[in-house]
């Protein structure tokens, strides 16, 4: 029997397991699924009990499964969720279509083991790894598959971090009682214009909050609003073999002009992309990847990761009418005085100026380059050489199928990784289009093998 143990029970992992438990003969794997958190199948995206958090997907492209592209929309159907095919779902209901999924299949196969704890170390053996977890016990595994997903954000990137011992100083936005910590009356300066901003400031918003609201980030770019119903036809022959980044961005551009032309939307020619992404992430050289980090990737970003409409005409509505504020500036230096309140200094083209507020939120993205995490057992697996960052520290060396690449340059193929960790790989990875079908053919490979 071969024993594969998946770490992390986020989206990512949940689907392995579910797409494993549906490929795989029940007598021939034996599968342990160690998370954590207190519950399967919701990880950081899909964890939140708020309703006004939706899904930045809409419905129709949110299927578990990638052969059955209508399964989430049925699910709601059946489960008395009126939702159609363009609505943005709560994440919530997410989570429990996910969980809902894992419980059918265990419910068929016994061949699940869930534990409840964090793995803190990988030892190779002779036959594959023992799985270290936390308190001590050991899980035996001839294959791993790290699943480990988002981690927390970095502290903002400035010389003096003795601020980050202050009370309304928060750092894990989606920690429980993180969000309490806000009185209603304080001023709030959120780091990060993306859509954990966005969420929070919806947060606020829900709760009658009557500070400030002020979000900053070196661009200040918001995320742009859905827009449903365009399309535009695929032009990835253009883009073939090119392996210059702002060679592919002319073309990008000539194509946006074009669909505005015609009553199109610059979005659906983004969109059309998103096939090809991969492929076309995969065709540059280092230098070329980290040119576009550098230069381009916020752009790309607030085009790529949309608000849903309901957010976007809440969070449109706040800047008109001053009660929430978004800047572009470069933090500079961020301290507390006596009675805790912060006040951050920012540079803007050329001059300085300052920010006074009672809370400060970090919703930087989440940490990216691994030799900086906190985690246990990232560090482990970096020390002992099992695994090493990808040439652009966006996440772990690995083939583009998942399995991961040692400090040797040596390729397992014992341990796998799938969603986050191949950023640097892959670029598009971190939602669940691309995610379910990793999940898909890694639940294929491991069972055929
Ligand atoms: C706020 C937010 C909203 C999003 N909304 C969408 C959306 O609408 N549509 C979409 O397609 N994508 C969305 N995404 C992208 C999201 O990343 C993916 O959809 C998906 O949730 C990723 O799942 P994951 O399992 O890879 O990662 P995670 O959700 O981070 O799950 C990883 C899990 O691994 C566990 N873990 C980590 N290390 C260990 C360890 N050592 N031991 C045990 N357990 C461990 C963690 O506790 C966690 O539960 C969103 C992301 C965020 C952050």
């Given at each position: 029997m071969k024993k594969v143990v998946i770490i992390g029970g986020g989206a990512s992992g949940t689907l392995l397991v579910i797409d494993l438990l549906r490929a795989a003969k029940s007598q021939t794997i034996s599968i342990t699924l160690v998370e954590k958190r207190e519950k399967i199948g919701r990880g950081v995206a899909y964890s939140t009990a708020l309703e006004h958090h939706l899904l930045n997907v809409p419905a129709a492209k949110m299927s578990a499964f990638p052969d059955e592209p209508d399964h989430f929309l049925n699910w709601l159907g059946e489960n008395r969720?009126?939702?159609?095919?363009s609505d943005f779902v709560p994440r919530r209901i997410y989570g429990e279509y996910l969980s809902s999924l894992l419980d059918a299949e265990v419910r068929r196969s016994a061949s699940l083991v869930r534990v409840f704890e964090e793995a803190a170390d990988l030892e190779p053996t002779d036959y594959g790894f023992v799985v270290k977890l936390a308190s001590g016990k050991e899980i035996p595994a001839d294959l791993v598959v790290l699943a480990f997903g988002n981690f927390l954000p970095p502290h903002p990137?400035?010389?003096?971090?003795?601020?980050?011992?202050?009370?309304?100083?928060?750092?894990?936005?989606?920690?429980?009682?993180s969000f309490e910590k806000i009185d209603a009356t304080d001023d709030v300066l959120i780091i990060g214009t993306g859509l954990s901003m966005v969420d929070f400031v919806l947060n606020l918003r829900s709760t009658g909050h009557q500070g400030k609201i002020k979000a900053i980030s070196t661009k200040g770019l918001l995320p742009a609003e859905h827009r449903l119903g365009y399309t535009y036809p695929s032009f990835a022959d253009e883009l073939?073999?090119?392996?210059k980044i702002t060679q592919i961005f002319t073309i990008v551009r000539k194509h946006v002009a074009v669909a505005e032309a015609n009553g199109s939307d610059w979005r659906a020619v983004i969109d059309s992309l998103r096939p090809v992404t991969q492929e076309l992430w995969q065709q540059l050289p280092t230098a070329e990847k980290r040119y576009f980090m550098q230069h381009l990737s916020r752009h790309w970003n607030a085009a790529r990761h949309r608000m849903p409409p309901a957010a976007a005409a809440i969070i449109n509505e706040m800047i008109a009418t001053g009660s929430l504020e978004v800047i572009s500036g470069r933090l500079r230096h961020i301290s507390t005085d006596a009675a805790g309140r912060f006040l951050v200094n920012y540079s803007r083209e050329g001059s300085q100026d300052y920010i006074a507020c009672d809370a400060l939120v970090n919703c930087i993205a989440s940490q990216s380059n691994f030799t900086r995490l906190e985690s246990d057992l990232v560090k482990n697996l970096l020390g002992r050489g099992a695994v090493r960052c990808d040439a652009v520290s966006l996440g772990l060396d690995a083939s583009p199928d998942g399995r991961l690449i040692d400090i040797n340059g040596v390729v397992s193929d014992r341990l796998w990784t799938l969603g986050t960790a191949l950023k640097g790989t892959l670029?598009?990875?971190?939602a669940i289009p691309e995610i379910r079908i990793q999940a898909a053919n890694l639940a294929e490979r491991i069972a055929s093998t």
């Open positions: 969720h009126s939702f159609g095919p990137s400035v010389p003096d971090l003795s601020f980050i011992t202050a009370e309304k100083y928060i750092r894990d936005v989606w920690s429980e009682g073939k073999g090119l392996e670029w598009e990875t971190t």
